[in-house]
């Protein structure tokens, strides 16, 4: 079952890859998706508009459970840029905030593996929905990778917070 891909469709492929390599540079640069970093900022901006392009390709012809999806992905990416400033989460933030950003990147794969599988090769993809097997292994191994790479955040987050701690108790 192979489907066409319009030029519309082209160009919010070729912007929704944009978040992808972004967040993947902010992963094995800084262990995160910082938006404070170049990387990280172009992680949100193209989030951004794959998710505003995206509400142009419509296989029913209007609104469907895929844009609400990826305004759910803006929600929690966003939600997760703002948890670091609130001070009365104090030491939760940073947690939160890695969480938010991490989640987002993963959730942005959802769509992606489910479209790829669903028509490459295109002679004959390797999955023909989302419940297809193929797409549900690809997107288990995904979320393991999310629950080891926000494991390994938050053991990061812990070993910076207790470094600045000493070095605050040792300046008083």
Known sequence: MVHSISPLGAIHTAISLVPVVAGIHGFARYGKIDAA????????????????TSFGISSTGGLNRGHAFGLLVLLVAFGGLFASRPTFLGRLAPYLSAFGLSFSFFLSLVPGTNET?????????????????????VLLLWFG????????????????????????????
């Open 37 to 52: 970093t170049r990387s990280g900022k172009i992680y949100l901006v193209g989030l951004t508009l794959s998710v505003i």
């Open 117 to 137: 599988l669903t028509r490459l090769p295109p002679s004959h993809p390797l999955a023909d929905g989302p419940q297809s097997p193929a797409v549900l292994a």
């Open 145 to 172: 990778l999310f629950i080891v790479g926000f494991a390994a955040q938050c053991w990061l987050i812990h070993v910076r917070n207790k470094g600045v701690v000493r070095a605050s108790t040792r300046s008083t």
